[in-house]
């Protein structure tokens, strides 16, 4: 059981490049999320999906795009990055609080993107 | 005003001591509370969630006050292990009835030997 895994773990992107971070969760959750923290910001939401199928911007949405493959994956894809997107995203995955009987998030470890 | 707010420290401590740190959170309908872990270029995990009557796990002590919208973490006995940075996050519900995470900006702990 891998819980929430991330590709890649580090990526510099010249300005204008694009790229796609892939996120997995094994834990058969229904929600998951993307997210950005930067020092002194703390982790903002960019996108999530509460179930496959569904897509819905979060605080920071701005500049990104994202993908609900199937249950298991979870895409975020920058189109043209900008030095203002260098920063460490996360992916997250969430259960059904009636399953679980919790909110808790999941992290993945984490994609560290400099943008130059 | 942010949504979630915490003193972002840093807090150096000695090992043994007991530190506590505080979180304020501004909107009143917020339903639930956690606090998370963060080690140092790592991902964020769950250290306990926050019941209105007040939880404890070991060393660890949370505590949560509607009145004053604010939560409070507790640390006994503090190890080196405990240094890290803990984040304060609050749950409510959206316009659109679903339910997000909001994270304050994290409160450094370092445990001096």
């Known amino acids: 059981n891998a819980g929430v895994t991330q590709t890649p773990k580090f990526q510099v992107l010249k300005t204008g490049q694009s790229m796609t971070l892939q996120c997995a969760q094994d834990m058969n959750h229904n929600s998951m999320y993307w997210y950005r923290q930067d020092p002194g910001m703390g982790l903002r939401l960019i996108y999530y999906?509460?179930?496959?199928?569904?897509?819905d911007k979060g605080e920071v949405p701005n500049g990104y795009n994202v993908s609900r493959l199937n249950k298991r994956e979870f895409s975020l894809r920058l189109e043209s990055a900008a030095p203002s997107q260098t920063s460490v995203y996360f992916c997250a995955s969430r259960g059904s609080r009636a399953a679980s009987g919790s909110y808790e998030q999941y992290f993945g470890p984490g994609t560290r993107l400099t943008v130059t | 005003r942010k949504e979630v707010e915490q003193d972002p420290g840093p807090f150096n401590v000695p090992e043994g001591a007991t530190v506590a740190f505080n979180c304020t959170y501004s909107n009143s309908a917020s339903q639930s509370f956690f606090w998370y872990r963060q080690d140092c270029r790592k991902e964020p995990k769950l250290l306990m969630s926050v019941y209105s009557s007040g939880n404890e796990d070991g060393r660890f002590t949370a505590q949560l006050n509607r009145a004053s919208q604010y939560i409070s973490l507790l640390i006994r006995d503090s190890k080196l292990s405990d240094s890290a940075t803990y984040l304060c996050v609050v749950n409510w519900i959206s316009n659109f009835g679903n339910e997000k995470l909001t994270f304050g900006t994290g409160t450094r702990l370092t445990i001096i030997p």
């Open positions: 999906s509460a179930s496959e199928g569904t897509t």
